[in-house]
């Protein structure tokens, strides 16, 4: 995972956090919800770096010289 993927999803997933506890301390249940949202998409996009990373990982195992 690049540094510049791994920085945006951090932000996204803060941004979810900070309108999740807006949503709280207004009593918004939309904003909240939103929220959630924006921090599920931000660690599914995680995720889905580090499979890409683990799956890379391997291939140079198996087969150093491929590049």
């Known amino acids: ?4 993927d791994k920085l945006r999803n951090m932000a996204e997933e803060a941004k979810g956090k900070v309108k999740e506890a807006a ?3 207004t009593d918004n249940d939309s904003m909240r919800t939103e929220g959630k949202a924006d ?4 660690h599914a996009k995680q995720t889905g770096e580090h499979v890409k990373d683990a799956g890379r990982e391997a291939l ?4 150093p010289d491929r590049r």
């Open 23 to 25: 949503g709280k301390a």
């Open 1 to 4: 995972m690049s540094n510049t």
């Open 60 to 63: 140079d195992a198996v087969d």
């Open 39 to 42: 921090q599920a998409k931000a």
